[in-house]
């Protein structure tokens, strides 16, 4: 495996949640999907779980008190047909709007209600945004509470345009604008991936949390989180987690450390 051994002070971080896990408490271990557990590709679809991250979260799940979770931009089932997560993994698409979690090797997902009004708003917000990517190289991704533009690998020009075109259709009332990596998703429920780690602390009754994440979209949930979470960036860009960390080999290695510290 390459990438790096963490620094001084996230090792002393992760140790102190295998501490937490070795005396009885619960670990929540959040992670993004895209450009955290795999690396980016241009096309989303060759997107798959590091090699080095799949065992370390195997010998994670495995633990009694580790509850591992995957937070993504995707979409639920997007997310579920990659990740090759251990059964008892919580797995949360659409930046917090859709939940459900690994169960006999399949996906049991929870109840998802969109109010009338919202789907109306989400059907006007797909037909204006096909009418602009129209001709483009540009695509629309159509999940439950959103579409989303994607402008990975069009023109600078175009990819600029569509982008504003999308922004100003963000600004209607009950809409939800999301920016990230040459993408903008159009929400229609103002849910975040604060507000799901959240949920997920609850739910689990977790002493101790670490959240890995690269993108914009992840940067509302580490300001949601407090000083005593094991926040971590990675890849480049400001941001408000502790700490920070350079590819997702880097997040193999890492995760590998935290199995080793539980046990």
């Known amino acids: 495996m390459s990438g790096a051994a963490p620094d001084q002070a996230l090792a002393e971080?992760?140790?102190a949640l295998g501490a937490t896990?070795?005396?009885?408490?619960?670990?929540?271990v959040a992670l993004d999907f895209d450009g955290v557990l795999?690396?980016?590709?241009?096309?989303?679809?060759?997107?798959?779980?590091?090699?080095?991250?799949?065992?370390a979260l195997e010998r994670l799940g495995?633990?009694?008190?580790?509850?591992?979770?995957?937070?993504?931009?995707?979409?639920?089932?997007?997310?579920?047909?990659?990740?090759?997560?251990?059964?008892?993994?919580?797995?949360?698409g659409s930046h917090g709007a859709e939940h459900g979690h690994r169960v006999d090797g399949a996906l049991a997902r929870d109840a998802l209600v969109v109010p009338?009004?919202?789907?109306?708003?989400?059907?006007?917000?797909?037909?204006?945004?096909?009418?602009?990517?129209?001709?483009?190289?540009?695509?629309?991704?159509?999940?439950?509470?959103s579409v989303v533009l994607h402008t990975r690998?069009?023109?600078?020009?175009?990819?600029?345009?569509?982008?504003?075109?999308?922004?100003?259709?963000?600004?209607?009332d009950g809409v939800d604008a999301m920016r990230g990596k040459d993408v903008v998703e159009l929400s229609v429920l103002k849910v975040t991936?604060?507000?799901?780690?959240?949920?997920?602390?609850?739910?689990?009754?977790?002493?101790?949390?670490?959240?890995?994440?690269?993108?914009?979209?992840?940067e509302r949930a580490f300001?949601?989180?407090?000083?005593?979470?094991?926040?971590?960036?990675?890849?480049?860009?400001a941001t408000a987690a502790r700490f920070r960390v350079q590819d997702p080999d880097a997040v193999a290695v890492l995760l590998a450390h935290l199995a080793d510290a539980t046990s």
């Open 21 to 28: 896990v070795r005396t009885g408490g619960t670990v929540l």
């Open 153 to 172: 690998g069009s023109d600078p020009t175009e990819a600029r345009r569509l982008t504003d075109h999308a922004l100003g259709l963000g600004a209607r």
């Open 223 to 237: 300001a949601t989180l407090g000083p005593e979470d094991v926040t971590v960036k990675v890849g480049p860009g």
């Open 116 to 145: 009338p009004e919202a789907s109306g708003l989400l059907d006007a917000l797909r037909t204006a945004l096909a009418a602009a990517v129209s001709g483009t190289t540009a695509r629309l991704e159509h999940k439950p509470t």
């Open 193 to 218: 991936k604060g507000d799901a780690l959240a949920l997920l602390r609850e739910r689990v009754g977790a002493q101790g949390l670490l959240y890995a994440g690269d993108d914009v979209t992840d």
């Open 38 to 55: 795999s690396p980016l590709q241009d096309d989303p679809t060759a997107c798959r779980i590091h090699e080095g991250s799949r065992t």
């Open 62 to 92: 495995a633990v009694p008190t580790v509850q591992v979770a995957l937070v993504s931009g995707r979409s639920l089932a997007d997310l579920d047909s990659r990740a090759e997560v251990p059964d008892g993994t919580f797995l949360v």
């Open 13 to 15: 971080a992760l140790d």
